[in-house]
C-alpha cells in the first residue's frame, strides 16, 4: 500500500505564501507523476501542479506564474510553493501520485491505482 503523508497548510494573508509538502510512504520504487489538486466548497476538484518524474510540468492557468511544483525523487516527496496567494486559493488539497511502481518481495509491478493523501486545508483571508 502507498500512504500520502501532506503537511504545510494554514491560514495565510492575500499576498503571503505557504509551502506545501508531501511524501509518500510503502513499498515504492519510483512514482511516474505526482501532483496537486484543490478543491474549493461547491466546487469540483482541480488540478493545480503536476510533475512527472523526468521533470515535465503542468500548471493550471490561474496559478502560473505563482504557484512552483518541485519535487525529490530520491525521497518520493513533492512540494508546491505557494506565493502571491489569493483569496480564491482558499480550498483543500490534495496530493495524487500515480504510475507507482512497487516491490512484494522479488515481484515488481506498477500498480494501476491513482493515490491520494488526506488533504489539507489552504485558506486565504485578511
Known amino acids: 500500500q502507498v500512504q500520502l503523508v501532506e503537511s504545510g497548510g494554514g491560514l495565510v494573508q492575500p499576498g503571503g505564501s505557504l509551502r506545501l509538502s508531501c511524501a509518500a510512504a510503502g513499498s515504492i520504487l519510483s512514482i511516474n507523476a505526482m501532483g496537486w489538486y484543490r478543491q474549493a466548497p461547491g466546487n469540483q476538484r482541480e488540478l493545480v501542479a503536476r510533475i512527472t518524474s523526468g521533470g515535465s510540468l503542468t500548471y493550471a492557468d490561474s496559478v502560473k506564474g505563482r504557484f512552483t511544483i518541485s519535487r525529490d525523487n530520491a525521497k518520493n516527496t513533492v512540494y508546491l510553493q505557494m506565493n502571491s496567494l489569493k483569496p480564491e486559493d482558499t480550498a483543500v488539497y490534495y496530493c495524487?501520485?500515480?504510475?507507482?511502481?512497487?516491490?512484494?518481495?522479488?515481484?515488481?509491478?506498477?500498480?494501476?491505482?491513482?493515490?491520494w493523501g488526506q488533504g489539507t486545508q489552504v485558506t486565504v483571508s485578511s
Open positions: 495524487n501520485a500515480d504510475g507507482v511502481r512497487m516491490a512484494s518481495g522479488s515481484y515488481y509491478y506498477t500498480s494501476p491505482d491513482a493515490y
